[in-house]
């Protein structure tokens, strides 16, 4: 599988609107963060007032752009889709649940090369068009997100936590988070060699509505991959953490549902390397 070095991002945008409608992550309700330097998946798809998927049969393609600004001369990122890779055909509860998507805009690295000006954080504006095959330019949606700096620090774990437990991933191939409440925050630190780890995390005796944070970092431990897994390494993968030397720490906040871990949010302004 493709490995994207951050958590892909889901952007939900409406029928042509005027001004249009600005990008939001479905996964966390705020405007999309990127990180510089790391390539990310942006998962699109178009719902009109009713959630039904938007026909997009008649488009030849649909563009991602990121601008400094609505009336910058030159885009700083375009990413194209054809209308071969484009599935109009999907539910509101599959997109939801992200099991289906319309379309994914893939950036590489060496697209999310942008500059922050010196900053450690710079907004962009990036928008959604299409071209018709009767030759119209079509806007669905328009706004600012932002991009980070890779060497942002990460903030320490949330401090409102009632269980706390840290473990070191070596060498093991696998190793488990076994939360000891509905409030548990779980320090993996990474040392080692360079290498593939799964991280399984267990659901057994939370209520439905618990939180569980995952604290990875690293000192020198680069190159180590690890895949983070809902309940059995026969699940699907939550996220995957990368450690570089521009990505010491990152951390990840799950819900449980009573039955699967859901991803709530995303803490890795250290360069972005969870997907």
Do not use: K
């Not at 070095?5 to 939001?24: D, T, Y």
């Not at 071969?84 to 509860?93: H, L």
């Amino acid at each position: 599988m493709a490995y994207y070095q951050q958590l892909p991002i889901n952007v939900q945008f409406s029928l042509v609107s005027n001004p249009p409608v600005g990008p939001v992550d479905v996964q966390t309700g705020l405007p999309p963060q990127f990180w510089v330097r790391r390539a990310a998946s942006v998962n699109v798809s178009i719902f009109d007032s009713t959630n039904a998927a938007v026909d997009l049969s008649n488009m030849v393609y649909m563009q991602l752009v990121f601008s400094t600004s609505p009336n910058a001369l030159a885009p700083s990122i375009t990413q194209t889709v054809y209308q071969a890779n484009i599935n109009s055909n999907i539910t509101y509860q599959a997109w939801l649940a992200g099991n289906a998507t319309q379309m994914s805009f893939v950036l590489s690295q060496a697209a999310t090369d942008v500059s922050l000006e010196g900053q450690n954080s710079l907004p962009y504006y990036m928008q959604l068009q299409g071209l018709t095959n009767t030759g119209n330019y079509i806007t669905y949606g328009a706004g600012y997100v932002e991009f980070y700096n890779p060497g942002y620090n990460v903030p320490a774990p949330t401090g409102f936590y009632v269980s706390y437990h840290n473990q070191t991933s070596n060498s093991s191939q696998n190793f488990t988070v076994s939360p000891t409440s509905n409030l548990h925050t779980e320090w993996i630190s990474l040392a080692g060699s360079p290498g593939s780890r799964n991280c399984i995390v267990s659901g057994y005796g939370l209520n439905p509505g618990a939180h569980v944070y995952l604290r990875f970092s690293t000192g020198t431990a680069f190159g180590v991959i690890i895949d983070v897994y809902d309940t059995s390494i026969n699940n699907p993968i939550l996220c995957t953490f990368t450690s570089d030397q521009y990505t010491p720490a990152g951390e990840l906040h799950l819900v449980w549902n009573g039955t699967n871990y859901q991803v709530l949010d995303t803490i890795v302004p250290a360069a972005g390397t969870l997907s």
